[in-house]
Structure formats: structure tokens, C-alpha cells
Nanobody, 128 residues
């Protein structure tokens, strides 16, 4: 069974950068899975941040993070990353990675209901 563990969160000043990591362990390597990053701020619904297809060559981003965040993966390390630059206070949230065993190569889904396995979440706080 796949397990996901996020790391790399913390406190950063506005304009700063963080790189979140999501390490997968379990049944198969990440190239079998579609991946999503989501976040949830206090009092708000969980929202999609980014996704990456099983093939690894299709990604998508929420409008609020386009041009600032980048999703990537390292199959050898079984790790997915979310590079976050030019961070803003409104990026403050708990960030989650999620995965689903995918049969279609080129699917990138920005919907939390699609994903089966979730990490425990990691806090990101952007504040001066």
C-alpha cells in the first residue's frame, strides 16, 4: 500500500521560497501514479494547487500559483516536489500531496475526489 510523507514546510517571509517534498513508499514507484498537491487554509475548503500526470510530462496549476510554483518528480528517489517561489501570505496553509494509481498516462487531475492516498500534510506559513 502506498504511503506519502510530506516535508519541507515551515515559516518563510513574503517573497521567499520553499520546496516541499513528498516521499512515497509502498507497492509501486511514482511513475505508476498521478499526483496532486492540495492546500487548506484555516476556515477554507481544500483547494488544488498543482497536479502531475503519470507520464510526468503533463502538469497543471491553480491560477493563484501559476508562474510561482513548479511541480516535479524524481523517480529514483520516489519523491514529488513542489517548488514554491515568491510566496505570499495568502499561500499560508497546510499542504498535502495525494496520489492515485493511474491507468491513463496523460491525465492530470485538479480535483481532490480523484485521489486515493494522501499524506499527513505539512504547514506552510508566509509571514513577516
Amino acid at each position: 500500500q502506498l504511503q506519502l510523507v510530506e516535508s519541507g514546510g515551515g515559516l518563510v517571509q513574503p517573497g521567499g521560497s520553499l520546496r516541499l517534498s513528498c516521499v512515497a513508499s509502498g507497492f509501486a514507484t511514482l511513475d505508476y501514479y498521478a499526483i496532486g498537491w492540495f492546500r487548506q487554509a484555516p476556515g477554507k475548503d481544500r483547494e488544488a494547487v498543482s497536479c502531475l500526470s503519470k507520464s510526468g510530462d503533463i502538469s497543471d496549476y491553480a491560477e493563484s500559483v501559476k508562474g510561482r510554483f513548479t511541480i516535479s518528480r524524481d523517480i529514483a528517489k520516489n519523491t514529488v516536489y513542489l517548488q514554491m517561489n515568491s510566496l505570499k501570505p495568502e499561500d499560508t496553509a497546510v499542504y498535502y500531496c495525494a496520489a492515485r494509481l493511474a491507468t491513463v498516462q496523460a491525465v492530470c487531475v485538479m480535483n481532490s475526489q480523484y485521489y486515493i492516498t494522501w499524506g499527513q500534510g505539512i504547514q506552510v506559513t508566509v509571514s513577516s
